[in-house]
């Protein structure tokens, strides 16, 4: 018998105590490790922190022969490597820059079946040559991490990640494992086509942070605001977001003028202090960290007991992500962001007036779109968070702005109606701005072209200005009545729910400042 055998029969709980030395798998782990130990496929769906590496790693460690593990990052790559040979797991990496002699030897002793697991990049694992390097060693688990990279919907596309479709035929038989902190469902439906998981498993795990108080208020006076959010977390440390360095350096110098301990950090810094500040913002349990969103991959402080954003971040996932680095501690922690029209009006002026292609373009104005439906919510910030992901959630928190400070709101219902039926009449097939054409009743080449001005709905929103049904369909949005379809045009779908508010079994609630501010802006036009 070999080694493989005796630890193949080894419990994986076992396996987790022994070389790991954790006392228990945590939330779903174990489901995922009996299955895809098994041989079956899964897709696994947890967000950051949750342990997700585990999930192949203890397969890889228990399962005969060898896992091959797809990594986007060479860095990631070799940090995980080394944190596995840290705990005596035979694991190498594969990547373009090693030198010929350490190749050699890697591959030496992956035909040897002296390697359990092997990271590659995604190039590499479809090249032609590459299932020879294994010898008679079978390749047990093939795992391909960060698996969003595949979805040109989510943030962080790479292309080499498309050819990862062909694992499926060129490996039959051998199970994989994608994973992924990213759960949006256009980007889950993608990932399950484009890597030909349809028959994968999936496995979600919650990405609620209860802990975690959302805020989110218009600007009135951004220092302000600031400086009162951040005299209420006096004594404790967190993380202010800025977008450019020049307002990092600003806003730090300004808190500390008024009180507050601040230092700033940015990726243009001078090195040494760079490295000072995030120490320092490492051992002090009262510091402001005033940083752009460089700031924070790979940042393990637990107890951060705010994050604020006084720009808008550049998506829902960017948001989540950026938030999650408050109350890792499990301890109250609060996210607070200030937003105001012209943060959104200059987003949307960056996306048109951009290089980028228009598939890209269409995909950067959805998430804009999506982010901005949660600053409009009038209902929980929480659950608008959570169905963002495809989760369920209660309809009020009790843990956030809106469900403590209810806002002041406007039935909407009869222009909910209206921006729904036009969205119905013109088949489904449209993207916002021609639908609120059809609205307004505008005489445009398209609106004729599909006879549009025929309809019954052509013209019947003339009570409101364009950005106040853009406002509407993004509150429709955050509240589930409709979606945007993964297609060239971002065309607006009618969810199974908007058929109540026809009925007009729900009233649709909205916020009156979303509306509010652009009468006012609209107004004040000449
Ligand atoms: P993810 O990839 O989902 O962000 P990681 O795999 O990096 O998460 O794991 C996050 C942290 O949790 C790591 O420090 C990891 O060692 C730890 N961890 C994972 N599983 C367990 C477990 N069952 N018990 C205790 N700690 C765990
Ligand atoms: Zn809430």
């Known amino acids: 018998t070999t080694l493989f055998d005796a630890v193949q029969t080894e419990n994986p709980v076992d396996v987790l105590r022994r070389v790991w030395g954790y006392p228990e798998?945590?939330?779903?782990?174990?489901?995922?490790?009996?299955?895809?130990?098994?041989?079956?496929?899964?897709?696994?769906?947890?967000?950051?922190?949750?342990?997700?590496?585990?999930?192949?790693?203890?397969?890889?460690?228990?399962?005969?022969g060898v896992t091959v593990v797809v990594s986007p990052l060479v860095a990631l790559m070799r940090d995980q490597v080394?944190?596995?040979?840290?705990?005596?797991?035979?694991?190498?990496?594969?990547?373009?820059q090693q030198s010929e002699e350490e190749s050699r030897a890697v591959r030496a002793r992956l035909r040897a079946g002296e390697i359990k697991l092997i990271y590659v990049t995604p190039e590499r694992v479809v090249l032609p040559g590459f299932a020879g390097l294994f010898g008679a060693v079978p390749i047990s688990l093939i795992a391909i991490d960060?698996?969003?990279?595949?979805?040109?919907?989510?943030?962080?596309?790479?292309?080499?990640?498309?050819?990862?479709?062909?694992?499926?035929?060129?490996?039959?038989?051998?199970?994989?494992?994608?994973?992924?902190?990213?759960?949006?469902?256009?980007?889950?439906?993608?990932?399950?086509?484009?890597?030909?998981?349809?028959?994968?498993?999936?496995?979600?795990?919650?990405?609620?942070?209860?802990?975690?108080?959302?805020?989110?208020?218009?600007?009135?006076?951004?220092?302000?605001?600031?400086?009162?959010?951040?005299?209420?977390?006096?004594?404790?440390?967190?993380?202010?977001?800025?977008?450019?360095?020049?307002?990092?350096?600003?806003?730090?110098?300004w808190l500390n003028e008024h009180g507050i301990k601040a230092r700033p950090y940015h990726a243009g810094m001078d090195p040494a202090v760079k490295a000072e500040n995030q120490d320092a913002f490492r051992m002090e349990e009262d510091l402001c960290?005033?940083?752009?969103?460089?700031?924070?991959?790979?940042?393990?402080?637990?107890?951060?007991?705010?994050?604020?954003?006084?720009?808008?971040?550049?998506?829902?996932?960017?948001?989540?992500?950026?938030t999650g680095r408050a109350g890792r501690d499990g301890l109250p922690s609060e996210a607070f962001m200030i937003y105001g029209m012209q943060d959104i009006v200059q987003r949307q002026r960056m996306i048109d007036?951009?290089?980028?292609?228009?598939?890209?373009?269409?995909?950067?104005?959805?998430?804009?779109?999506?982010?901005?439906?949660?600053?409009?919510?009038?209902?929980?910030?929480r659950k608008a968070i959570l169905s963002h992901f495809g989760e369920a959630a209660p309809d009020r928190c009790g843990n956030c702005d809106t469900c403590n400070?209810?806002?002041?709101?406007?039935?909407?219902?009869?222009?909910?109606?209206?921006?729904?039926?036009?969205?119905?009449?013109?088949?489904?097939?449209?993207g916002t701005a021609h639908v609120i054409d059809v609205l307004l009743g505008k005489d445009t080449e398209r609106t004729r072209k599909f006879g549009h001005d025929?309809?019954?709905v052509f013209g019947v929103g003339k009570e409101l200005p364009a950005p106040a049904w853009q406002s509407i369909f993004r509150q429709l949005l955050a509240l589930g009545y409709i979606r945007v379809a993964h297609d060239e045009y971002g065309a607006l779908k009618l969810e199974a729910t908007a058929h109540r508010v026809f009925k007009k079994e729900v009233a649709v609630i909205l916020r009156r400042d979303a509306i509010d501010t652009v009468r006012k802006r609209e107004r004040g036009k000449p």
């Not at 080394?82 to 373009?96: F, P, Q």
């Not at 007991?305 to 720009?311: G, I, T």
């Not at 400070?405 to 449209?430: C, H, M």
Request: proline content about 4%.
């Open 353 to 381: 007036e951009g290089d980028a292609s228009d598939e890209i373009k269409r995909v950067e104005r959805a998430k804009l779109s999506a982010l901005l439906g949660i600053c409009e919510t009038a209902g929980c910030r």
């Open 289 to 322: 960290l005033v940083a752009t969103v460089a700031f924070g991959m790979g940042i393990n402080k637990p107890n951060v007991r705010y994050v604020a954003h006084l720009d808008l971040p550049s998506s829902v996932e960017g948001y989540y992500q950026e």
């Open 454 to 456: 025929e309809l019954a």
């Open 82 to 96: 080394e944190e596995l040979k840290a705990l005596g797991i035979a694991a190498e990496c594969l990547w373009s």
């Open 405 to 430: 400070n209810p806002v002041e709101t406007w039935d909407g219902s009869e222009q909910s109606i209206k921006a729904l039926a036009a969205v119905y009449r013109t088949g489904e097939r449209f």
């Open 25 to 64: 798998f945590r939330g779903k782990q174990a489901d995922v490790i009996r299955h895809v130990m098994a041989g079956k496929d899964a897709l696994v769906l947890f967000p950051t922190g949750k342990g997700k590496s585990l999930c192949f790693q203890l397969p890889g460690v228990c399962l005969p």
């Open 146 to 253: 960060e698996c969003h990279c595949v979805s040109s919907w989510g943030h962080n596309f790479r292309k080499d990640y498309l050819g990862l479709g062909k694992l499926k035929e060129l490996y039959p038989g051998v199970p994989r494992i994608a994973l992924t902190a990213t759960a949006d469902p256009h980007t889950r439906d993608d990932i399950i086509r484009q890597l030909q998981l349809d028959d994968a498993a999936v496995f979600a795990d919650s990405f609620d942070r209860p802990n975690i108080t959302y805020h989110i208020a218009e600007r009135d006076n951004a220092r302000t605001q600031l400086l009162r959010f951040l005299r209420r977390h006096d004594g404790s440390s967190g993380i202010v977001y800025c977008l450019s360095r020049r307002k990092v350096e600003e806003t730090a110098a």
